[in-house]
T-cell receptor
Framework: GEEVAQTPKHLVRGEGQKAKLYCAPI?????VFWYQQVLKNEFKFLIS????????ETGMPKERFSAKCLPNSPCSLEIQATKLEDSAVYFC??????????FGSGTQLSVL | RKEVEQDPGPFNVPEGATVAFNCTYS??????FFWYRQDCRKEPKLLMS???SGNEDGRFTAQLNRASQYISLLIRDSKLSDSATYLC???????????FGTGTSLTVIP
């Protein structure tokens, strides 16, 4: 596609429930990035992929967060057993490796 | 220590004012620098790249100071539509590792 497509736009979960977010990068872009933005505006890097391979996962909370980018499928970010502090906007971005990042419109996750 | 640090503001300025933001980065191996703009929790969009020689785009001027490891953004003749959060972004020399600052909030007041 011509733009990064993130679904769903909004997601509400009770504490302890699972949350799964999806991202379809721009066609031809080989890098995918996930960021978490909480209310204080801090833009936290979570993980990046080069095609299906994890490129950098230094920002990922290992215990409950996981992510995948499989061939011919949207990339996904999954949070097991959500906590209140997971409430944030999760942005996905893609790049073709030329230093230009294109963002999706984000998924607003609310954990109640 | 964070890779990129910004003053979160908020900066509240009257229309027509000139305002400047700075951003410092910790890794001297950083190779590329950008300013992104984010409106009301929407997705960030690239505002401009920052080059060593400094660069200008209309009312916006970006500069890089490698010796002191900071970049700056100057907005002249502020408009109401400039109200947004401005994010400083740095790429390390390993490439494809984008580090964001916390953003600086700007409100331009009529």
């Amino acid at each position: 596609g011509e733009e990064v497509a993130q679904t769903p736009k909004h997601l509400v979960r009770g504490e302890g429930q699972k949350a799964k977010l999806y991202c379809a990068p721009i066609k031809g872009h080989s890098y995918v990035f996930w960021y978490q933005q909480v209310l204080k505006n801090e833009f936290k890097f979570l993980i990046s992929f080069q095609n299906e391979n994890v490129f950098d996962e230094t920002g990922m909370p290992k215990e409950r967060f996981s992510a995948k980018c499989l061939p011919n499928s949207p990339c996904s970010l999954e949070i097991q057993a959500t906590k209140l502090e997971d409430s944030a906007v999760y942005f996905c971005a893609s790049s073709q490796g030329d230093e230009k990042l294109f963002f999706g419109s984000g998924t607003q996750l609310s954990v109640l | 220590r964070k890779e990129v640090e910004q003053d979160p503001g908020p900066f509240n300025v009257p229309e027509g004012a000139t305002v400047a933001f700075n951003c410092t980065y910790s890794n001297s191996a950083s190779q590329s620098f950008f300013w992104y703009r984010q409106d009301c929790r929407k997705e960030p969009k690239l505002l401009m790249s920052v080059y060593s020689s400094g660069n200008e785009d209309g009312r916006f001027t970006a500069q890089l100071n490698r010796a002191s490891q900071y970049i700056s953004l100057l907005i002249r003749d502020s408009k109401l539509s400039d109200s947004a959060t401005y994010l400083c972004v740095v790429i390390l020399n390993t490439g494809n590792q984008f580090y964001f600052g916390t953003g600086t909030s700007l409100t331009v007041i009529p």
